[in-house]
Nanobody, 129 residues
């Protein structure tokens, strides 16, 4: 089993920044066996893909509308994944989730919500206008 715990959410003003963290753990968890991603869900909307990162971190993927403001990264030695959110907008307000899926997979098709087996509990990000 894999446990994922997000942190770093909060209230920020328009134009501000936040850095979200995702701590991964588990009896048999080895970070470089899992590709991982960030997703978000706004109130009343479906969960959507934000950003994804390959097992080694060599490849990253973004929702096209977010790639200029968000940056995904990971530190496998620490079993951590991060999402830097810059120049935030009110429409970024949502619960942000990290997710992990075992195995190698390349391309945006790997980062569909339905393909991920492990999810964190989410962290709330609120951007005030």
């Amino acid at each position: 089993q894999v446990q994922l715990v997000e942190s770093g959410g909060g209230l920020v003003r328009t134009g501000g920044s936040l850095k979200l963290s995702c701590a991964a753990s588990g009896r048999s968890f080895t970070a470089n066996r899992y590709h991982m991603g960030w997703f978000r869900q706004a109130l009343g909307k479906e969960r959507e893909f934000v950003a994804g990162i390959s097992r080694t971190g060599s490849s990253t993927y973004y929702q096209d509308s977010l790639k200029d403001r968000f940056t995904i990264s990971r530190d496998n030695a620490k079993n951590m994944m991060y999402l830097q959110l810059d120049r935030q907008k009110p429409e970024d307000t949502a619960v942000y989730y990290c997710a992990a899926d075992e195995g190698d997979c390349s391309g945006y098709g790997c980062y569909a919500v339905r393909k991920f087996d492990y999810w964190g509990q989410g962290t709330q990000v609120t951007v005030a206008s």
